[in-house]
């Protein structure tokens, strides 16, 4: 399964960060964007990014997920996070694994302002940024140490000196080393230096302004464009950030978003005050109110988390939040921010389940035509919201195996697969009737069927199928036959013929056609799934009938060996002493087994 380029309009056109990854779900690329719709499809345009290793990584691509964020500082610093947690392959990771600077107020009785790249955060209130800057960060701390008096030196500098330093003699210090000021006066200095980088203190921001005018009126330009850069450093200093955020040391936001009888809610995860995940869940025909959602979700969802967080941040205030608190694991709180950085969080959370909510309902919209699509063009009873593909597999007629795979919507459910082994002949004609046989009797039992049901081949097939069904009296299921034929005609492509019951000439569907791409897939994925089934059980054969060649080799040693070993090849190579070791194994059976395997 590779991602599809036509689901390219469903991304949202924000800020943010998108991670590429395969079927399996593993990430292989994260990357951030300021508009996310725009550099996502950036990699599918026929004259997009031509370098080689972009083009094997968009093969590999099955699907593309996106976190909002507010702006692109924050997005850089969340690909900081998430490429740091993830390690993708296709990014280029930093050696040293290096963190971004931060600004931090030491705890002591006289406080200093330091840059850090340390993530402990032993006091949210005193340490600022990250900065994705390092320059910017220590222009920063040398703004402040011209604006505050604030000391400089060491802690071993300020116990053991005994006149002032020379930057008390340059109005850059107060003095605290040698009781030249008061603690309550240097501390309305911390005080001030705090409420800046905070952004609580805009004060010296007019107070500049006014400096860099009067500079400007006097001619004095270069003065002004001092000033003026300083009162862009300090607006970068007070810029709010929520992605690495001294308000979310471990905590989860949660946002929802609703459509008629649709949910969709959201889960940012801050750890160390860094966000480093974003999870979704949709619900459908869902009446209940956003509270009891939230109730119900938090219930169920985190007694079954390995990793917890201190707290949770929900929209709303829940009517029974002591008592849900009572029932979550480790002492865990709830709350419902209401205004500062907390609320801005709800709002990103918010965001992000708005844009997956509507590019799910596109996703589903999209599905849903395909199916009425497919019901029209191959004239079909009824909808076919459940599609299951039946294929079997063997090689010269040994262990012979079926696989049955099935599809909800269009989409793959690994719950409903099922696995046959077949007891009686292995031709492919006999394989399909025992199949079917077995597998409709218990559907009938259940009174659970689909509404489609495809079987991997032609007239014959479509022939057993029909047979099976009317010794079962089963007449409310659609069936079937697909079969691949190469064509001439298309450059390379297969078409692939369709068989109809009580129709003579298969159906021939263009191969261009997404209805094609679609019955492909499910096929392909049958015998994708029937084949590694086949290739399991004879592996397992295999062995079984070697170590029963082998003298002296009950199955007690048999289970014994596997059980360790794993493998003929291992036992093979294992040496003399790793076999003794294994209950009941005696050098007697060592030779036996070196010599007939």
């Known amino acids: 399964m590779t991602f599809d380029p036509k689901s390219l309009a469903k991304y949202p056109d924000k800020t943010g960060v998108y991670l590429m990854m395969d079927k399996g779900g593993r990430v292989l690329y994260v990357g951030k964007a300021k508009n996310l719709k725009s550099r996502i499809r950036q990699y599918f345009l026929a004259k997009g990014d031509e370098r080689e290793m972009v083009r094997f990584l968009i093969k590999n691509v099955a699907t593309i997920e996106t976190i909002i964020v507010r702006t692109e500082r924050e997005a850089l610093l969340l690909e900081n996070n998430l490429i740091k947690k993830h390690q993708p392959k296709y990014n280029v990771l930093l050696k040293d694994d290096k963190t971004y600077v931060s600004l931090i107020l030491t705890k002591h009785d006289w406080p200093a302002l330091r840059i850090t790249r340390s993530r402990k955060k032993t006091k949210a209130s005193n340490t600022f940024g990250p900065y994705t800057n390092a320059k910017i960060a220590r222009d920063i701390l040398d703004l402040m140490n011209r604006i505050f008096p604030l000391r400089e030196c060491s802690d071993s500098e300020l116990v053991n000196r005994t006149r002032p330093c020379l930057l008390h003699g340059i109005k850059r210090c107060i003095a605290p080393c040698v009781d030249m000021c008061s603690k309550e006066d240097y501390l309305e200095h911390v005080k001030a230096v705090k409420n800046l980088l905070l952004g609580k203190d805009k004060e010296i921001l007019k107070m500049l302004g006014r400096k860099m005018e009067e500079a400007s009126s006097k001619m004095l330009f ?85 990793e917890l967080p201190k707290e949770i941040y929900l929209p709303l205030t829940l009517s029974q939040k002591e008592t849900l608190e009572e029932a979550l694991p480790k002492n865990m709180s709830i709350f419902s921010p209401q205004k500062g950085d907390k609320k801005k969080l709800l709002e990103m959370a918010y965001q992000n389940a708005e844009a997956l909510f509507k590019r799910e309902e596109d996703t589903r919209s999209l599905d849903e035509k395909m199916l009425l699509d497919l019901q029209e063009t191959l004239k079909l009873s009824q909808f076919p919201k459940r599609i299951e593909c039946f294929d079997t597999s063997n090689i010269a007629g040994t262990d012979p195996v079926a696989a049955m795979v099935c599809f909800i919507n269009g989409k793959r459910d690994k719950d409903e697969q099922r696995f046959f082994k077949i007891r009686g002949k292995a031709d492919d004609y006999s394989a399909t009737t025992e199949v079917l046989s077995r597998h409709f009797e218990r559907a009938k039992e259940k009174n659970h069927f689909p509404d489609l049901v495809i079987v991997d081949g032609g007239k014959g097939q479509l022939g057993i199928a029909l047979k099976v069904f009317d010794a079962l009296e089963i007449a409310n299921v659609d069936v079937i036959g697909v079969a691949k034929e190469s064509s001439l005609h298309t450059k390379g492509l297969t078409e692939e013929k369709v068989f109809l019951p009580r129709v003579k000439e298969p159906l021939m569907i263009n191969p261009h056609s997404p209805l094609l791409f679609l019955l492909q897939k499910i096929r392909d994925e049958a015998h994708r799934v029937a084949i590694g089934f086949h290739r399991k059980k004879r592996t397992k054969s295999t062995i079984k009938t070697s170590l029963d060649n082998v003298p002296g080799i009950g199955p007690k040693k048999k289970k014994a060996l596997l059980k360790k070993l794993g493998s003929v090849k291992r036992i093979l190579d294992a040496p003399d002493k790793d076999l003794l070791d294994i209950p009941g194994i005696s050098k007697k059976d060592i030779e036996n087994l070196r010599t007939h395997l």
């Open 222 to 306: 270069e003065k002004a464009a001092h000033y003026r850069d300083m009162i862009d450093k300090i607006k970068h200093v007070i810029s709010k950030q929520h992605v690495d955020n001294t308000a979310a040391k471990s905590c989860d936001v949660l946002g929802i978003y609703r459509k008629a009888d649709s949910v969709m809610i959201v889960k940012l995860i801050f750890r160390d005050y860094m966000l480093i995940a974003s999870e979704h869940f949709s619900f459908h025909q869902i009446l209940s109110s956003d509270e009891d959602i939230f109730e119900t979700f938090i219930l169920q969802h985190y007694p079954q988390q390995k």
